[in-house]
């Protein structure tokens, strides 16, 4: 399970180690509460989406969106769907 929330022990989403992950379970909170303690502590991982300037927040559906693009595009060389690491990077789409 991964949070996605700026917290003190949150890392940048683009070097999250995806290691041995086949599969994520994105947790993503309120835009105005952030993802809940209690599902923070039971998160393997906590991430943060890193930004420009003082802002330090955006619309959930942004930061989700986002979020699953960089997963996907982690996750397109650790699991066998033909093709799919190709039209994430742009690739031909019959490869």
Not at 13 to 25: A, N, P, Q
Not at 40 to 62: F, K, P, R, Y
Request: glycine share 8%; aromatic share 2%.
């Amino acid at each position: 399970m991964v949070a996605l929330a700026l917290a003190t022990q949150s890392v940048d989403l683009k070097t999250l180690d995806y290691g041995e992950m086949d599969r994520i379970c994105l947790i993503l909170g309120s835009e105005q509460c952030g993802v809940s303690p209690s599902l923070l502590e039971i998160a393997d991982h906590t991430v943060h989406i890193q930004m420009l300037g003082l802002n330090s927040s955006m619309n959930v559906a942004i930061a989700c969106s986002i979020a699953v693009y960089e997963m996907t595009r982690h996750l397109a060389g650790a699991i066998s769907v033909p093709g799919l690491s190709n039209r994430i990077e742009g690739g031909d789409e019959k490869a």
